[in-house]
């Protein structure tokens, strides 16, 4: 069941409260085949980890069912972890590969994953950047958000016009994805690529999904707490066009 969508009172943000993550992530790929069917040429900014995964899995169903061709598409990943084997399976270009590029059927020279293990990262970041920029911009970006606020990886303190760019991983976030590395933190790399803030708000729409209660906190703080680099997902409501999809789970902390 899906309830009604609210209009926050604070911000042109429209929060959507699903049932639960499979209705949320219905929702996110209805977004994405509307603008696809409109724009076959669009940009998906794409994140990885646990919560779009239901979006691309629904999408693929969708996208067969309506023979929809996503070979003019492209797709931009958010982040890539700093040193990493791209080659490993724990490495973002390997699960944007599998999760986007075969998954989806996007043409592998239309997909963009930073370059963590670039020579000079700085050039690879700059050069990330003006990539993004060089084809017009991201129509859709498809976001997550960490338990301590994060967008991309950019952790608490990032500045909110913040551009691609290498950044060091708090202990949480390592924690956190330790998940993905046999659950040993000192495996998860110190240091990433990832977009900036600023980044992010050029994108033309957001998506922002959250499931589950360890994500309530990080949702009401960045909808309700001051907007401020304490809280990187705050800045989502200087956007004119975010909407949040949430389960009543990561919902629960919302007044
Ligand atoms: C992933 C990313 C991160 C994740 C966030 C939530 O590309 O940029 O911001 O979206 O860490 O991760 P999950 O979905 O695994 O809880």
Known sequence: MIYP????????????????????AELATTRILTLLHSKPTAALGVATGSTPSPVYRALSRAQLAESLDLSRARAFALDEYVGIDARLPQSYRSVIDAEVTEQLGFQRSHVSVPDGSAADLAAAARDYEAAIDAIGGVDLQILGIGHNGHIGF??????????????????????????????????????????????????????????????????ARALEGPIEEASPASALRKHSDVTILLDEAAASMLS
Do not use: Y
């Not at 209009?7 to 409260?17: A, D, E, G, H, Y």
């Not at 924690?175 to 033309?204: C, H, S, Y």
């Open 5 to 24: 969508s609210s209009v926050s009172p604070l911000t042109s943000l429209r929060v959507i409260v699903a049932a639960d993550p499979a209705a949320a």
């Open 154 to 219: 950019n952790e608490p303190g990032s500045a909110h016009d913040s551009v691609t760019r290498v950044v060091t991983l708090t202990q949480e976030t390592r924690e956190a994805n330790a998940r993905f590395f046999d659950d040993n933190v000192e495996l998860v790399p110190q240091q990433a690529m990832t977009q900036g803030i600023g980044t992010i708000l050029k994108a033309r729409s957001i998506v922002l999904l959250a499931f589950g209660a360890g994500k309530a906190g990080a949702v």
